[in-house]
């Protein structure tokens, strides 16, 4: 129909007689749920197209009837009821009610069925507002079955909900048969109501509360002259359902229109000397634009209004250490801001996540470097402190966090809901994409070698994977790969070689969001892991942690300290432990891991991969080595990252004993690392060389020119380097702490050696040395080994899904246990 054929009216959004929040954010803060005038909002709907204006606040027609003397306003009210028999709470919009309707209604709420008795016997307009939202987590699959079966007009276009609710309940709406409805009233022991209860019509409605969304969806009918002509439409189910479902984000923005009204209304109205304090100026600066509708300019600007007119150099000495240290944040942040264009857009839900994200990334970032900075000079009191200047970051970040929460706390019924209704079966999931969330994904490394190969074995086999990662440079290759830019960088302690990220860590999870991802993938305990738990909290979707690094042995090596180890190792627990399930690489890390308290359902064994195209005997080059400066007949290698933790002071000594023998053979160390001008230094000699960094091709042809390869490490979860030495005919020798003495137990395809001797590494040295037979033999079980692992078969094992058996054990927990059990009435709840 064209707009002329047509009328239209938001027929569910909220004025300030809505005083009842029902997200956590405002009932912590005491915030009501809404402070919108009923005549702002008849004056939005009118701007924004509305034919006919409704308010529907919580239980209440005070704001309807503020407006009922204006030309095309109705009465509605969107009525809170419940099931008596489980006390499950249940909205309901009632429409073109009088006053006397309203007052029965509020004596009959407490009881859904006898308001519903109430409803058909007068002939009352009602729609079940947002029908698969758990108003207080109640609801299950029993009830919404009997809402089926009661009601014949429901919501499916919510201008503050998401759109996946939408889908799943409209998906079960068009499709129900009288089959269908017949299955249900036996099910339930409930009268279909209606001469057709198969046949529902749809609803559209904002469900706007801030006074920023009004009109964002509603409800169409052919043209109506009038608001009886209007009603009747809606009577006769001559509707449908219009406009935009919302999201996380536009919740967030209304929800800092609510909190900034009561600050403004509550707060700053009475306190003593009616300025605002230094968060309040945050809350204030952030907002004022974008209730104004005025363009903000640059951050730059609003941070130098903060700084520079509100806190002065009176103000500044009365602040603690703490607030000190935020207003200079705060000067940071100005200081840092990039130019942007001078004429800036309007303040939308986009921008003002935009600029909250930007002033509570900056802070949070700030806060780290200076917590890290403090415990690496052993100020522990100083790094308490900084923890008050979290406070801004919280304020900027809770609205979100609040909407991204309540977005997504259903998710599990939803996917229980669209597994039980063979219409909706399609949506119980939000398909088959999966994002892997790691620290490390350009360096070279095991782990950034692992996900750089399946990522791009993934992409080979169209299997939907994207890595997210957080970097300086963009990452490039054969992979689906996505950077966020680091909000800023900070050195590791003890491994300052070793930059860590701080990732925007709210654009990561809006992304995951809008992606609609269905899995995360957790590779790394670091930054972007933490941000990969907390979208998944907030956003309801299962993990995956791989667990690819014995970080607790790295600090052991590295502070030599094992109270820190111990503290480590709490740490990878609670981090793991979050997670639906860790896969390790090896039996031996299982073992570990359960040893240490992890739940052993939850772990399993992934190994890794080898390319066997790369890494082939076939690459051998005989002149390779010389070309670099060994001119021996044989040579040892080690390959990896040349650091204290590999223990490669192990490897040394146990050449230098193997020379002291009388044997003559060169020692290749390839890679790079922050050990490796120490280990030059000490170690110069002719049968020595430290080729660097080696890739593709030319790695592959090291591999193969070496005779053994040495690889004393007793950190290495698994051993990538193992697998490829093998796959280029090349015996290795291992140490029997970590996984990859597990690669070699496989076809007994190696030597295993005590780690705690260095003599027994160099026995082992001279074992190979003496023997082609053995090498011979070795070469031909490492190859079979290598022939058995294929990436494809891990990117398989990854990639295994649970999913059906979850959505078994979700549909068993969100049902009744007796759905045709009704007691008593609950009114303990009654609001």
């Excluded at 949070?364 to 917590?371: C, H, I, K």
Aim: charged content about 25%; proline content about 5%.
């Amino acid at each position: 129909m064209h707009d002329c054929d047509q009328s239209k009216a938001d027929v569910h959004v909220h004025s300030k007689f809505s005083d009842r929040p029902s997200e956590w954010f405002l009932r912590r803060i005491g915030a009501p749920e809404c402070f919108v005038e009923p005549l702002e909002i008849y004056r939005q709907a009118r701007e924004r197209g509305m034919d006919f204006v409704t308010i529907s606040d919580h239980n209440c027609i005070r704001g309807a009837l503020e407006i009922a003397h204006l030309p095309g306003t109705f009465v509605s009210c969107e009525v809170t009821t419940y099931f008596p028999e489980d006390g499950c709470k249940i909205h309901l919009l009632t429409m073109g009610i009088g006053e006397e309707q309203f007052r029965t209604i509020q004596e009959l709420r407490p009881n859904i069925y006898e308001l519903h008795k109430y409803l058909v016997e007068e002939d009352v307009l009602c729609s079940v507002s947002h029908p698969l939202y758990r108003v207080n987590g109640r609801l299950t699959i029993d009830h919404v079955e009997k809402l089926l079966l009661m009601f014949s007009r429901f919501e499916t276009v919510n201008g503050t909900r998401s759109r996946h609710s939408a889908e799943i309940i409209d998906a079960v709406l068009r499709h129900l048969t009288p089959e269908a409805v017949a299955d249900m009233a036996g099910r339930q022991g409930l009268e279909p109501s209606g001469s057709e209860p198969w046949r529902k019509t749809l609803t559209g409605g904002s469900d706007d509360h801030s006074g920023v969304n009004v009109a964002s969806a509603y409800t169409v009918t052919p043209h109506a002259a009038d608001v009886a002509e209007f009603l009747a439409h809606l009577q006769r189910g001559e509707h449908a359902a219009a406009g935009s479902c919302g999201g996380s984000v536009r919740m967030g923005h209304s929800l800092y229109h609510i909190a900034y009204s009561y600050y403004k209304d509550r707060l700053l109205r009475n306190s003593s000397d009616g300025k605002p304090n230094l968060l309040g100026v945050l809350f204030q600066r952030l907002l004022e634009s974008t209730e104004e509708k005025k363009p903000p300019g640059r951050l730059r600007r609003m941070v130098r209004g903060l700084y520079a007119g509100v806190v002065g150099n009176r103000q500044m000495k009365r602040f603690s250490d703490a607030e000190r240290m935020l207003v200079e944040d705060f000067a940071r942040l100005r200081s840092g801001e990039r130019p942007s264009d001078t004429a800036s857009p309007p303040m939308n839900d986009r921008r003002t996540f935009r600029v909250a994200c930007d002033v509570g990334h900056v802070l949070g970032y700030n806060f780290f470097r200076r917590f890290v900075e403090f415990v690496r000079q052993g100020r522990l009191m100083e790094s308490l402190q900084t923890v008050a200047s979290l406070g801004p970051v919280a304020l900027s970040m809770a609205p979100y966090l609040a909407a991204f929460s309540a977005q997504h706390k259903d998710e599990p019924f939803l996917r229980a809901i669209a597994a039980h209704f063979p219409s909706a079966a399609h949506l119980r999931g939000l398909g088959e994409r999966k994002a892997w969330l790691t620290d490390t994904y350009s360096e070279v490394n095991g782990v950034s070698r692992t996900i750089q190969v399946l990522a791009a074995t993934a992409r080979t086999v169209g299997r939907p994977l994207t890595v997210l990662t957080c970097q300086e440079s963009i990452p490039t290759g054969k992979a689906d790969v996505k950077n966020f830019l680091p909000v800023g960088t900070f050195p590791m302690p003890e491994y300052e070689s070793q930059p860590i990220a701080f990732p925007p860590f709210m654009e990561v999870i809006e992304y995951i969001e809008r992606q609609r991802f269905n899995e995360l993938i957790i590779s790394t305990p670091g930054p972007m892991g933490l941000v990969g738990l907390a979208a998944a909290r907030v956003l309801g979707l299962p993990t995956t942690s791989i667990y690819h690094t014995d970080f607790v042995q790295y600090v052991r090596f590295l502070t030599q300290d094992d109270e820190l180890a111990d503290l480590t190792w709490k740490f990878m627990l609670w981090f793991y432990e979050q997670s639906d399930a860790i896969l390790v690489p090896t039996e031996f890390y299982r073992k570990q891991l359960i040893h240490h308290g992890f739940d052993p359902a939850k772990l399993a064994v992934m190994a890794r991969g080898v390319d066997t195209r790369l890494f082939h005997p076939d690459k051998r080059d005989p002149r390779f080595f010389a070309c670099r400066g060994l001119h021996g007949e044989f040579t040892f290698i080690y390959v990896g990252r040349v650091s204290k933790e590999k223990n490669l002071d192990a490897l040394f000594a146990a050449f230098e004993q193997f020379q002291g023998r009388g044997h003559h053979a060169g020692l290749a160390i390839v890679g790079d690392g922050p050990y490796r001008a120490e280990l030059q230094d000490r170690w110069q000699s002719p049968a020595i060389v430290f080729t660097g960094l080696l890739e593709g091709e030319e790695l592959a042809t090291a591999y193969a020119s070496a005779d053994t390869m040495v690889f004393p490490s007793t950190t290495d979860t698994f051993g990538n380097v193992v697998l490829e030495a093998q796959a280029s005919g090349v015996p290795v020798i291992v140490t029997d702490r970590g996984g990859p003495a597990d690669i070699v137990r496989s076809h007994n395809s190696g030597l295993i050696v005590d780690h705690t001797c260095t003599e027994a590494i160099a026995e082992a040295m001279e074992q190979l040395f003496l023997s082609p037979t053995l090498r011979a033999d070795l070469r031909i079980r490492g190859l079979r080994n290598a022939a058995e692992s294929s990436w494809q078969q891990v990117l398989d094992d990854l990639w295994h899904s649970e999913e059906d058996d979850r959505c078994d054990t979700t549909i068993s927990a969100y049902r009744s246990s007796d759905p045709r059990t009704a007691p008593g009435v609950i009114t303990s709840e009654v609001a």
